[in-house]
């Protein structure tokens, strides 16, 4: 199961109850997998994807820190722990090393 399987559904759980008290209409697997893309406010995928996104704020923004909330809705809390560990040991490492490079050719 791919992390946006398991990140789907408590997230559609709470925008949908959003919704429902905000007059939105119901947020369905196109909607999440739009804002998981590339251009998307979601950081949800494999460790590479979410660091080329990351990569790309910094590299287009300017940002300097980046802060993620894990999760939306009610993501069992093993999978949680393991977007935190993917984070700190994949993610993190992978966008250091690129923006050092980069940051070295300014």
């Avoid at 977007?83 to 490492?93: D, T």
Wanted: proline fraction near 4%; charged fraction near 25%.
């Amino acid at each position: 199961m791919t992390a946006a399987d398991k990140f789907f559904p408590s997230t559609q759980q709470v925008m949908n109850k959003l919704g429902k008290e905000r007059g939105w209409g119901t947020y369905d697997r196109s909607a999440f997998d739009a804002a998981r893309s590339f251009e998307g406010a979601l950081y949800v995928g494999d460790s590479e994807t979410v660091a080329q996104k990351i990569i790309h704020l910094r590299k287009n923004v300017g940002i300097t820190r980046f802060m993620l909330h894990v999760p939306v809705g009610s993501m069992p809390h093993a999978d949680v722990m393991t977007a935190i560990e993917l984070l700190g040991k994949e993610v993190a490492p992978i966008v250091r090393e690129e923006i050092t490079k980069w940051e070295a050719n300014l």
